[in-house]
Nanobody, 128 residues
Framework: QVRLAESGGGSVESGGSLRLSCATP????????LAWFRQIPGKEREGVAG???????TYADPVKGRFNVSRDIAENTLLLQMTSLKPEDTAMYYC??????????????????????WGQGTQVTVSS
């Protein structure tokens, strides 16, 4: 059973930083795409950033240059470092995993439907 668990959300002012963590016990990084999605009420869940088994990263255009996704293999943890946060980054953030060696598709529409496992989400609120 794969269980993902996010932590690190919270409230910050515009321009601030947060780091999200996702515990990923039981996953073997050689066969998984690990990604972060976010969702605001009434909108579709959208891919934010992902890292694949080769360490290649994918980012949605709105977060490029501000967010950094990485993995700590020894700790079985997926990380998302968010800097220069904006009010429009306010959302529930979810980590997700898919049995795919690539994350290149995660910013495509409805990419969330292809992910196999999800965490419970952590709220990020950025005030202006």
């Amino acid at each position: 059973q794969v269980r993902l668990a996010e932590s690190g959300g919270g409230s910050v002012e515009s321009g601030g930083s947060l780091r999200l963590s996702c515990a990923t016990p039981g996953l073997k990084y050689s066969t998984w795409c690990l990604a972060w999605f976010r969702q605001i009420p009434g909108k579709e869940r959208e891919g934010v950033a992902g890292i694949d088994s080769a360490g290649r990263t994918t980012y949605a255009d709105p977060v490029k240059g501000r967010f950094n996704v990485s993995r700590d293999i020894a700790e079985n943890t997926l990380l998302l470092q968010m800097t220069s946060l904006k009010p429009e980054d306010t959302a529930m953030y979810y980590c997700a995993a898919a049995r795919s060696g690539s994350c290149g598709y995660i910013t495509s529409p409805r990419a969330s439907q292809t992910m196999s496992y999800w965490g419970q989400g952590t709220q990020v609120t950025v005030s202006s």
